[in-house]
DNA sequence: CTGTTAGCGCATTCAA
DNA sequence: TTGAATGCGCTAACAG
């Protein structure tokens, strides 16, 4: 890379404090305590920044008060509303908090460890998106003195923890599926995948157990609308038998209650579909989908806070923060039509 | 706010240096350029920077070389998929190109201004989305030497703007609904609400006036699930009449076109409903909604290239650069069922 | 209330 | 191939 222009338009503190005939150490106060400036030694400044456009240079101040007052946020990528939300969450969370926002999307980089790297260079502390990015890495991170924060990742002793709560609402969501009188209930997708979906598979087992009957295995496929898709046709060909079908979360729940429908299948009727997530889709197609809930939002405002706690000297948290979710009923379940749609959320 | 730790974990270019029995101006250039180093140099060097967990504190770098290595950008927000996929191009496309992206989002800032003027303090340009950024702080940061791009917004003199093209792609869409026999098409969206916007409508009444019919005004409304599902309920009042509805988006069309089919009303035999961005929910409801496919991630990718252009020393394009867009025909224009369903998108 | 001064950590001449 | 020296623009004592 060439690059040929240099930062800024050359207005520098110095050019302004000569311009307002001041130290630079005043137009440095004007700046960060103007109410410790005479107002009008202030106000003399203040023109000067004005007309000559001055902008601050943002690393001669990170430098010299030895912080990058920014945080970083590493996701695998932002197709669909969840990371999106997580990502609205915790900018808005580090904006109120002063810091800026750096982020890395894993999903489209060819040398994933030498972005986080390079990202490491200009932030106080990093959150990361579940596993996207390799232990040793956040490893560097941290023995760099800047805190981690992982969200729905595995557990691991130094680096703080956020989750939304999986088990609990997924064994209450299985357990409602049974109170419909089901049967064979397939959980599909893959619980290796990642902690938040064998949470789920976790929950699905143990509203199994306590009704003393012998959860399926899951069906272990990735979280695509293809894959939703491709399961669906294997139902059709009688290669999966199951009266309800727990998803690992809503795309998939769609795609699969779509394609059921579209060769004749009834859903409820024929098999019931729930999923994760309540993204938007899952309000408009019928019958609604019943579904998940998080508090994704403030999974992403958490970590920001966290971040900015940990930057500030808190020690850092050893068990995971949970988050709780909230079942959403809605037809696909087997519950009646009727009630209220849920509202969009606010 | 407190800050208390220092970024870091205390190693510098200088341990470095001394832990590797070398100079600092070695350890820079195997960081910088190791094909310069000797190689027993470099191997020590490299220990060092391991042992020691070495990482660059960028706002040094910075500070030397004159620039960020940064791009920001401006959107207003992150629900739907919309500003999502902008940011995924950017920031693709920007770290292809070695700069990292701080994001700001606007709706959740209470001092707008401050927040743009903070983020130029940290970045060698700047990308906004529309008009969420007043014109005064525009040309702030533009005074201040940084380039600026202005995405789907007004083409001013002096920024470079991009857009997706619009009108023409609404007067064939209006085109083909009329050729469906409809009559009294509606517009829904307030055209004076974003440049897209009236663009749009701009294609809707060139279609009419190219088949010598009056348009109908717009239905100034804003463009949430709320506004559209309050005007179907003013069209069931028959406070509002049409045949077909050309929305200014998809959750405009999709939030009326479920609420008239609850009421008992079919789309498209009653009305025919069309709208534009193509989410994933246009493809599930049924009918599936007829809409516009914009490159959105195309939008992002270009405003990152040519950011950085700019800042390399390009000249600024003068007249907007417009991306194509694409119809997607589904059911809901009035048109049969039984093609495949289009493709998620890639 | 204001000015002087000494770094902050790194890139980059210029010599050797 | 390496080192010494200088400056990038700003903050924060410290003095006055």
Not at 37 to 46: E, I, N, S
Request: charged letters at 20%; glycine letters at 8%; a neutral charge.
């Amino acid at each position: 890379m060439t690059i040929a222009r240099q930062t800024g338009s050359g207005a520098t503190i110095y050019s302004v404090a000569e311009h307002a005939g001041v130290s630079i150490a005043t137009v440095s106060r004007v700046i960060q305590r103007p109410e410790v400036v005479a107002a009008g030694t202030r106000q003399r400044v203040l023109d000067a920044i004005e007309t000559l456009s001055y902008v601050p240079v943002s690393a001669a101040r990170s430098l010299a008060v030895r912080h990058h007052e920014a945080h970083g946020l590493v996701l695998p990528e932002l197709s669909g509303p969840y990371y999106a939300e997580l990502l609205m969450g915790f900018e808005a969370r580090a904006a109120e908090l002063g810091q800026s926002v750096i982020l890395l999307l894993a999903d489209s980089k060819s040398d994933l460890p030498r972005a986080v790297r390079q990202l490491a260079t200009r932030v106080d502390a990093l959150a990361v998106f579940g596993e996207v990015v390799d232990q040793p890495s956040v490893q560097r991170v941290l023995q760099a003195g800047k805190p981690v924060v992982v969200i729905a990742g595995e557990h691991r002793a130094g680096v703080e923890s956020i989750a939304a709560e999986n088990t609990s609402s997924a064994a209450q969501l299985t357990e409602h599926v049974l109170k419909h009188g089901r049967k064979r209930l397939l959980f599909v997708g893959d619980p290796d995948a990642a902690p938040d979906i064998s949470g789920r598979y976790a929950g699905f087992v143990q509203a199994h157990r306590s009704r003393r009957r012998k959860p399926a295995d899951p069906v272990r496929i990735a979280f695509r609308e293809n894959d939703g898709t491709a399961f669906a046709d294997r139902m059709l060909t009688g290669e999966h038998v199951a009266d309800a079908l727990v998803c690992a979360n809503d795309e998939l729940a769609l795609s699969i209650m779509t394609r059921l429908q579209d060769a004749g299948h009834s859903v409820p009727d024929d098999v019931a579909v729930v999923g994760w997530d309540d993204v938007m889709t899952s309000r408009y197609v019928r019958p609604g989908l019943t579904t998940v809930r998080q508090p994704v939002g403030g999974l992403g405002r958490l970590a920001a806070e966290r971040l900015h706690e940990l930057v500030s000297g808190g020690a850092v948290n050893d068990d995971p923060q949970v988050l709780p979710t909230r079942i959403v009923l809605r037809q696909s379940c087997g519950c009646p039509p009727g009630g209220v749609p849920a509202p969009p959320r606010s």
